[in-house]
């Protein structure tokens, strides 16, 4: 008889969402209650599927929580589990080391939370002996590797390691509890579940090793089908994962070419039609676009001058659909020839499409550094996370504040 189980990490439940909540309240409030949405329906798909246990790996929380509406809701979904016999086994991560809620909430008896030591919790699945082994972050950083903390497997079990890890490392996410695939396969286990890492993926074989991605994604860094890991293990040890859906809304960046349109009807309408075929392609519940307007266009001034517009019109097509949302709007054109193009604005175009702009000068990091010292923790990184992103990001708004004062200067256009 096989046994089976879910595998999810890094729910996030109730976190903030403060950039969103800044540029769309509507859009806030969808992404920011998805998170309880996702873990009710997780609740629903582990009783639908009859699985026999629960594995959740870290960050089910978003920092030092404290709110009891947040505890009670939890509460309630896991006795739901704890009324249809299923198990739930939980680490603490990076984000929810620190939760007073795991530390302090009454639990069913058939939740079980790893400690900051590591240990082992033998228990019968569906006729199978299976032993899952844990640990929870004692602190958010977690420099060192901790897998040298781990029991050895059980013999005659099928072994289960729970680990929130960095692994190797990945663009984005910062080093915890580093280790690699090679030392997961030194272990003996038969299957790792693990968390921190938002982008799924799955090593066959054995061990298997899964990382399970985020199931709801917050912003655009999130961006696709998000999911929870469905394992299926058969009486020779064979693991069989599948992907489960649960997410409410998916992010999604979509480019979208404008390359030869002059008339600036014509050009929003493009947009417009390209947003809408997009919905109408996509089966999920909910799609957040971020625009991404890219190619060579004498609209390329106005766009930067009339974003605001492209934006409410854009928004105005996603609001007529119901379930698309429009995120933001990014503007990567270049200017095209335009025949009406003469004169000192377009040679001082010219010009602009020449210049490296570097912003190497001690001044303006000196300036930069201020503000971000200005602004709150969670929004400092706002310019780039390293010296070269932040530079990056000035050269961009450098050349693009030039072509803003040349759109405001061309006589050609309407104001």
Known sequence: MAFKFIHTADIHLDSPLKSLAMRDKGLAELVGNATRTVLSRLIDLCIAEQVHALLIAGDLYDGAQTSMKTARFLAQELERLSAAEIPVFMIRGNHDSLSKITRELVLPKSVHVFGDKASVHEIPLNGHEVAIHGISFRQPHAPDSLLDQFHTPLPGAFNIGMLHTSLGGVVGHDSYAPCSQIDLQKTGFDYWALGHIHKRSVHAGR???????????????????????????????????????????????????????????????????????????????????????????????????????????????????????????????????????????????????????????????????????????????????????????????????????????DGSEEL
């Open 207 to 409: 061990p298997t090793i899964t990382m399970p991605g985020i199931p709801q994604g917050r912003d655009i860094g999130e961006s696709g089908a998000k999911s929870v890991t469905h394992v299926s293990v058969s009486d020779d040890g064979t693991v069989d994962t599948t992907e489960r859906n649960i997410s409410v809304a998916q992010f999604e960046l979509i480019e979208i070419d404008c390359t030869g349109l002059s008339e600036w009807d014509e050009f929003v309408t493009h947009i417009c039609d390209h947003v809408a075929e997009t919905r109408r392609h996509f089966d999920g519940e909910h799609l957040i676009l971020r625009l991404r307007l890219t190619g060579a266009s004498p609209m390329a001034w106005r766009t930067l001058r009339d974003e605001d517009l492209i934006l409410a019109q854009t928004q105005n097509v996603a609001a007529s659909i119901g379930t698309l949302w429009i995120d933001k709007i990014e503007i990567h054109l270049t200017d095209a020839p335009n025949d009406t193009a003469h004169g000192p604005i377009a040679e001082i175009s010219d010009l602009i499409n020449e210049i490296d702009f570097r912003p190497d000068e001690k001044r303006i990091h000196e300036e930069v550094k201020r503000l971000m010292s200005k602004l709150p923790p969670e929004l400092r990184g706002i310019f780039g996370e390293s010296e070269t992103q932040v530079d990056s990001f000035l050269q961009k708004e450098m050349q693009l504040g030039a072509r803003e004062i040349l759109t405001r200067l």
